[in-house]
């Protein structure tokens, strides 16, 4: 496997980052996805918001270089198939 082979691949997900509104995140759910009751892993979902929030606040930080400091999901169901996509909106930086 490429050193260079990023995480965010690993997942296939597709990234818009000029999008006009805002930098999506999308994932196609197959089943390297999901866990073993057939439900998309919780872990997956997380990786899709964190990555979109990260784009969003790099592109707050004038192109600058961000890293999460805490992050919260609260998952109100399942996800079983589908396509997913996460759009990120700056409410306050700092």
């Known amino acids: 496997m490429s050193g260079d082979l990023r995480f965010v691949q690993l997942l296939g997900f597709e990234i818009d980052r000029e999008a006009l509104d805002g930098p999506t995140v999308c994932v196609n759910v197959d089943a390297v996805h999901k866990n073993g009751n057939g ?18 606040c790099f592109r707050a930080a004038g ?18 198939d589908g396509r997913r996509e996460a ?8």
């Open 39 to 56: 439900v998309v892993h919780g872990s997956v979902i997380h990786a899709l918001l964190d990555s979109v929030m990260g784009l969003q």
């Open 63 to 80: 192109r600058q270089r961000v890293a999460t400091a805490e992050i919260s999901v609260s998952f109100l169901r399942p996800i079983f």
């Open 87 to 94: 759009r990120a909106r700056l409410l306050r930086a700092g």
